[in-house]
């Protein structure tokens, strides 16, 4: 695990919201709205696992089985 | 150092996909101007100078830009093979044949049914069926540069971000 992780995400999100804006601009709602929704997509396939570990390791620290 | 350049070789085709898109546009607008002032030209050739269709359309092919004037000159060739098509039917197939032009399904419908009306009748009649011909092209054209001013930069900027996202999204 890596910090790199970060700065993909933040990248993805000022992406998502340019094209977003780009997408209203011209009049293309629904479009925009898709586009965010992959947005959001994306970014939760990368952090997945990793939110899947924290929730692990909180397991085995406060010893819930 | 590979990953350099696949990102690159990404970043650029999809910016070049992009503008082809845009260019598409473009296009259309102008190829649908050039016809409109070539239907002009062509209804004072037919009402003014007289001059057979044949030498008209190879007339206009010479001043027009190059995909319209292509068209013209198609035209004109197979009004001049000598295989006895008629003007109606050698604009039919010119517009069939011609590859390359960037009008849209209605633009080519307009066109062809002027077409049915070409040199099958007095100066007067064709000199109407100009003027239909140009009211609905110039209906057309106002729709192209509505969609153009619409759709021209979106698919511009769009090629890049989307070339952007793919870098990033695999990086």
Redesign the interface.
Known sequence: MSIDIIFKIAAIGILVTVLNQILIRSGREEQAMMVTLAGVVVVLMMVITMINNLFTAVKTIFQLY | MLKIVGMVLVLISSTLIGYMKSLKYTLRRQELRSFLSNLNLLITEITYSQITLSEAFNKLSETSEPGVGRFFLLVSQILNSNEGYTASEAWEIALDKVGNINLSQDDIKILKSFGKGLGNSDIYSQEKNFKLASELLKKQLLDAEESSK??E??YK??GI?IG??VV??F?
Do not use: G
Request: aromatic share 0%.
């Open positions: 619409k759709n930069r979106l900027s769009l971000l952007v996202a990033i999204i990086l």
